[in-house]
């Protein structure tokens, strides 16, 4: 009969607000980071704010959804899941790109073959999915948005498959899956030789290598840094080019309507497309700072307030 | 001594004492360390809330039974290599027990070699060596393969020097004064000494290994762990507990053949 | 009272006419022996057939091999805490400890009462089965999903972190609780019943004296199973730990010389653990070698 | 009085451990059963505080059929007689005077028993008995540090703890060597003319039970074949008690 | 013949076993050694096949000093002496006959020892000593149900096996009933007649070690103090032998 942790069921009524961090894609946050974010939402509202960062993707889909955490930051399509189980988790917040608008509030999942092989992927001298069947495959983890989801959605629908599970087992529609557990490792895969063919993002990567041409479509090509860290160090000076290119909407932060009342969630959005979150290095930290922020400033990087309707696209390349 | 001279009062008085403190400390440590985590003890109040929410959500549907194939395949290779990886590890840590255990091993040093080693590699957590294998071997049965296999090596290799430091020093020394050599007394007395008991601890591990087929899946892409981790993955909680379903029917039939294969064995 | 043993010489069998006839194969003649090398045939053979069929197409083993070497190397040789600071690495370390510490606390408490329920020789047989069948359903579910069912039903943190690790805890200790209360004498239980002594003092005066060295040895291990628990799934529960640290080394970070650092950390932990644990068990050996 | 009149026990797998046994034992007397391995000594001395249940016959002790009694009664009978093993049955990891206390457990309600909360006047009794079996120096010590002698005697402590009316021995002096034989012999003799207990003993050694027991009864396949005063057995007749077969011993 | 001179023991911890053990034993007889628990008779035999290490001192047999062997010599020269133990000490797990078979492994090479590839001569052998220890209908049944005696009787069988020509005997009829004892004692006693072994055996009763032991050795907190005939010992010197005080034991 000791401690204090909380067993509140949540609830409007509530004053402490839940926050569920989900380490994924995007967000490399530190404590301090999310110490920001928990600042920033009591002064907003007033409340007791617990952050909690779970490493299991359906622990924090499991938690928006039932209400036991009120607020929370995963991938898109960790938010898409979530909406699905409960219409009452609905996205507030983005984080937009250059143009501090949603304009370009984008990053992109590509399906990348080595350059040297690029060519026998081209059908009537352009890139297609079709000679991809049978090769050997490599994903990230089957709950990447970027590095499985986008991919295998896009796939399903141009071989018109019933579901991704002949995508994600061997032996199946490939003739070898493999998960890389990250972007860097999908990529790896690939360039290493292990792989054929890879799924993978470009926010991961930008500190490995640079794209030589427009990286938002197919044709890309990726070249990485003569210099790069691990796990790049055996394949430096590699190139590959983008077979497929797809524009995924930015991560959310989300909210689950039923324990949390407008009114806060409208106080939250104010509060974090202030100026001051803006210009808070803990929330949008310069490519080269010290102390890691929740997300990379780039030009007018900032929170931007969307609703439901903005992840259409991926909600129809998911097919849900 | 001054014990001895009291009518036994003291002697009591000091033993509650003693075991006051004990519980005392016990608490003070539990306090402290549900502070630490912020743990809250009335939190056991609500153990149903969960088993109805397991219920709810994992009771395998109608729906879900179109998976069962899948999951009978995925089920026999992660038997298969479980199997496999149980009886490799088994022959390298007899051998490492037989070094290491203090009754037939050559020196005390060696045997804390052992010992290290083995918990070493027992102790690397499992995320450890997801990433140092999957980094070189890649996505495949044979990492899975390895991982078990190196996790089996700890275990088994620490039981089995227990096991083969429990058989009477005197057995083995009745053979050694007979003249016979290390290698004869091992194969003549340790090892029908401890033949039971080494059974029950592979037979064990194979079972423990089946529980452990999340790791498998995650590892291999392959295999009864990784069909529930897509399953559970993608939020289709019938069939992922229909696969939970099969695993516990697994376990449960290898710990009964285990039973069985014990008590056929047991000398009584 | 004993004759001289010339009289008794008598009792000595004569010398045998007729040597019984050499049964060469007496080595596999009865069941338990069958049993034993069907066992071991069964289990070579499978791995004879299945080691093949694993053995991966195009990955290069001596490579794969000297690559994890490598990696070993790296993260034995060169461990660097580079990503955190030492000290949160530390508060994680406690964290984990604490986490299993408490799983551990309470699971032997909890499996100590229904050991009690699944003894041989305290408990009727169908009760037996009930607890144990029970205990080994448990068992059977994996540990994420324990946590993941009172993540839900609980909220993240903590209290979720506990009380799923809990029940495998409950369930393990069970089983060896009442394998260890198995194996008291039953002569022991029986000279004090054969006075009249009731159940629970029966408990406290027998069986907790008795069996405290074993329950302690096998509460020390399963304290350590749960402090690899507590660092593979703690995290997954928001309760962090160093598990989530290792998490983001490993996964995110990519970084051999931060995991290997944790690892030290761990060993750190776990290696005086096994040590205190292996002390207490040749302690208790040489108690009951008496 | 114990009186046991035409007792059976078959075990299960049908084996016949004791065929239709009649004697009489009486206090203030040492009766000793001698007989082969196997004989069903055991089987006899366990039948007798109902350790094992029986097929048939009665056992009379102060007039009351022990064999139908109910639980209660049986607890409450059983708390009367005292029972020495040959391998001692202590608790080992228990000091000898908390060994020695748990004689008095049957008379202790649940709670005490359970927290080991013994009077001032129970612990001196135990010290005194621990005194009367001369092991005073070793009261605080723990059992597994004594030698078997010792554990015996510790073992007679307890028993005599019960205040019991009868002594139940089997094979109390087994594993002993001869100076600890004599020892926990002369102890029980000294109860038996001392205290007026009856004491039932399990033995091995014929020289042992002739110089001790006033009453000897010989078992043999299950079957009483001597009995009779022990001084006045015969070479021959002893000889006849321990005739039969070497057998498979499964115990 | 076996000469001990001035054999001295101090185990870890400082206390003296044995202090200055000189005596002599012939072979075709049955030297008994006597005296109280702790007295270090246990030490004493298990000097002799340097089963522990002693201080100092000469164990001369067949002209041989034991404690100055190589390694290999010593293995040699424990090939030709049995051991008999208080608990037997067999592979439980294993038939009569495979135990017996083990008394055979030091003659053979070690895969085939490894393998238990005996030859038919062996097993020939291990079944007419088997016999000759009247356990002809247990040749193949399992040390396990074998009862206390028929077990003692394998260990001599798997000593004999060696073809010793010393047997020493760790108070190898303790756990025994009479039946058992006479029985292992006759053969023990046949053996030194018969092969003319050189029998060194630790006792604890008297009266065995007078009917079947010739030379009679009275040990006492690690001295001899007695060492003569043993059907010329009297009581008093027997009780002289045992006198001491009761000692707390930890074995
Ligand atoms: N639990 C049991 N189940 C079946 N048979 C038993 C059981 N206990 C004893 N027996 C058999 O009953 C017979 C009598 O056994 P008992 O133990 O009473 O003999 P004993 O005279 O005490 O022998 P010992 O001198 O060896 O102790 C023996 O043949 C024995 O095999
Ligand atoms: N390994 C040991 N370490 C220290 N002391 C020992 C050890 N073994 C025996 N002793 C001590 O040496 C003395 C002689 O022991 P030993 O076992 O030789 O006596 P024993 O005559 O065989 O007694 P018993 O009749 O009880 O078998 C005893 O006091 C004993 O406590
Ligand atoms: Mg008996
Ligand atoms: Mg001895």
Not at chain 2, 41 to 49: E, Q, V
Not at chain 4, 80 to 100: A, C, D, H, R, S
Request: hydrophobic share 45%; charged share 15%.
């Amino acid at each position: 009969a000791c401690g204090k942790g909380s067993l509140a069921s949540g609830g409007k009524s509530s004053d402490t607000l839940n926050v569920v961090f989900l380490p994924s894609d995007s967000a490399k946050e530190e404590t301090a980071a999310r110490k920001a974010l928990t600042t920033e939402i009591h002064k907003a509202t007033g409340k007791k704010v617990n952050v909690q960062t779970t490493t299991d993707y359906n622990v924090a889909i499991q938690s928006i959804a039932s209400g036991k955490a009120q607020i929370a930051l995963m991938g898109p399509d960790g938010y898409i899941q979530a909406h699905k189980q409960s219409h009452n988790v609905q996205p507030i917040l983005t984080y937009s790109g250059k143009s501090g608008t949603l304009k370009d509030a984008y990053y992109h999942s590509y399906i990348m073959v080595p350059k040297a092989q690029a060519a026998k992927y081209k059908v009537n001298g352009k890139y297609s999915l079709k000679n991809i069947k049978g090769k050997r495959m490599s994903f990230v983890s089957n709950t990447s948005t970027s590095g499985f989801s986008i991919p295998a959605g896009a796939i399903k629908k141009a071989f018109n498959l019933k579901s991704t599970d002949d995508l994600a087992q061997s032996g199946k529609f490939f003739s070898k899956v493999m998960y890389g557990q990250s972007h860097q490792g999908s990529a790896v895969n690939l360039l290493k030789g292990d792989a054929d063919v890879a799924a993978f993002d470009d926010m991961d990567l930008t500190q490995y290598g640079k794209f030589q041409n427009d990286s938002t479509k197919a044709g890309a090509i990726f070249k990485i840094n003569q210099n790069a860290p691990a796990p790049f160090n055996s394949v430096r000076g590699k190139s590959s080019v983008a077979i497929a290119a797809y524009a995924v909407q930015n991560e959310p932060l989300v909210v689950n309507k039923s324990k949390i009342s407008d009114k806060d969630t409208n106080k939250i959005i104010k509060q974090l497309t202030s100026k001051s979150v803006t210009n808070n290095h803990l929330f949008f930290a310069p490519e080269n700072a010290k102390v890691r922020g929740l997300f990379t400033k780039d030009g007018n990087t900032k929170f931007v307030a969307i609703s439901d309707k903005w992840y259409q696209p991926t909600h129809k390349i998911l097919g849900e | 001594m001054e014990l001895r001279q009291t009518n036994g009062n003291a002697f009591f008085l000091k033993k509650r004492l003693k075991l006051t403190l004990l519980i005392g400390l016990i608490g003070v440590l539990y306090v402290g360390a549900s502070l630490v985590l912020d743990f809250n003890s009335a939190a056991f109040l609500y153990l149903d809330r969960g088993i109805i929410w397991l219920a709810k959500n994992f009771i395998p549907n109608s729906q879900s039974m179109a998976y069962w194939q899948e999951i009978l395949g995925a089920l026999i290779r992660t038997l298969l290599v479980s199997v496999a990886a149980t009886s490799v590890a088994a022959v390298i840590s007899l051998g490492l027990a037989l070094m290491g255990a203090k009754s037939t091993g050559p020196s005390q040093v060696v045997s804390w070699v052992i010992r290290g080693f083995a918990s070493f590699m027992r102790n690397i957590p499992i995320v450890g060596w997801a990433m140092l294998l999957l980094f070189s071997f890649k996505q495949n049965d044979f990492t899975g393969f390895l991982a078990l296999l190196f996790l089996s090596v700890g275990f088994l290799t620490r039981a089995f020097m227990e096991t083969i430091e429990d058989v009477d020093i005197e057995k083995i020394q009745a053979l050694q004064v007979t003249g016979a050599n290390y290698f004869q007394v091992v194969s003549q007395a340790v090892l029908p000494e401890i033949c039971t008991p080494l059974i029950s601890w592979v037979l064990y591990m194979i079972e423990n290994n089946l529980r452990d087929a999340t790791l498998v899946g995650l590892l291999t892409g392959t295999g009864i762990g990784f069909v529930f981790d897509l399953y559970f993955k993608s939020l289709r909680y019938g069939p992922a507990g229909l696969v939970v379903l099969a695993i516990i029917i697994l376990v449960i039939a290898v710990e009964l053949s285990s039973n069985f294969v014990e008590r056929r064995i047991a000398h009584d | 009272m004993i004759s001289k043993p010339e009289k008794q010489l008598e009792m000595m069998p004569v010398a045998p006419k007729v040597i019984p006839k050499l049964n060469f194969s007496f080595r596999l003649k009865d069941r338990r022996r069958r049993t034993i090398y069907g066992v071991l045939l069964l289990l070579l053979l499978t791995t004879a057939l299945t080691i093949p069929t694993i053995i991966p197409k195009g990955v290069n083993l001596a490579a794969a091999t000297k690559g994890l070497l490598d990696n070993l190397r790296i993260m034995l040789l060169h461990p660097a805490a580079s990503n955190t600071s030492m000290t949160s690495l530390l508060g994680a370390l406690v964290q984990s400890i604490s986490l299993a510490f408490l799983t551990t606390l309470i699971g032997a408490l909890v499996a100590f009462f229904i050991a009690l329920m699944a003894a041989r020789n305290l408990a009727p047989r169908w009760l037996i089965v009930a607890v144990q069948s029970c205990m080994a359903l448990i068992r059977a579910i994996p540990t994420i999903l324990w946590v993941l069912i009172y993540s839900v039903a609980l909220g993240l943190g903590a209290n979720a972190a506990v009380i799923g690790l809990t029940f495998h805890s409950v369930a393990y200790l069970v089983k060896v609780y009442a394998d260890s209360i198995d194996e008291l004498p039953k002569e022991s239980l029986a000279a004090l019943r054969a006075i009249g002594v009731g159940f629970w003092p029966l408990v406290t005066q027998v069986i907790v004296p008795s069996v405290m060295p074993s329950f302690l040895s096998w509460t020390f291990i399963r304290f350590e199973i749960n402090f690899a628990n507590a660092v593979a799934v703690g995290a997954a529960a928001g309760a962090g730990g160093i598990g989530y640290q290792l998490f983001m080394a490993s996964g995110f970070y990519f970084d051999f010389h931060e995991v290997g650092m944790i690892v030290y950390l761990i060993l750190a932990f776990t290696i005086p653990l096994e040590i205190i644990s292996y002390q207490l068990r040749t302690r208790y050996i040489k108690r009951s070698a008496h | 009085m114990l009186e046991v009149k035409n007792l059976s026990k078959t075990y299960e797998g049908g084996k016949k451990s004791l065929r239709d046994v009649s004697f009489t034992a009486k206090a203030g007397e040492v009766t000793a059963i001698i007989g082969p391995s196997g004989a069903g000594k055991t089987t006899l001395l366990r039948s007798i505080n109902q350790l094992i249940t029986d097929d048939s016959g009665q056992i009379l002790f102060d007039g009351q059929n022990i064999r139908e009694l109910s639980r209660r009664q049986l607890k409450q009978t059983r708390s009367k007689i005292g029972m020495i093993f040959q391998n001692y049955n202590l608790i080992e990891p228990l000091t000898t005077i908390e060994n020695v206390l748990h004689g008095s457990l049957a008379r202790k309600s649940t709670i005490a028993g359970v927290l080991s909360l013994y009077s001032k006047q129970e612990k001196q009794e135990a010290l005194q008995l621990i005194d009367e079996v001369g092991l005073k120096e070793f009261a605080f010590n723990y059992c597994s540090d004594l030698s078997g002698g010792q554990k015996q005697r510790v073992g007679i402590a307890r028993s005599l703890m019960q205040h019991p009316k009868m002594m139940l021995c089997d094979e109390p002096i087994a594993s002993l060597d001869p100076r600890s034989t004599t020892m926990v012999m002369t102890i029980l003799r000294r109860l038996a003319d001392e205290k007026q207990l009856m004491i039932l003993i399990n033995l091995h050694q014929v020289d042992i039970a002739k110089t001790y027991a006033d009453h000897l009864i010989g078992l043999n396949n299950g079957r009483i074949v001597f009995d009779g005063q022990a001084a006045e057995a015969t070479d021959r007749q002893i000889e006849a008690i321990y005739s039969g077969v070497d057998s498979l011993v499964t115990e």
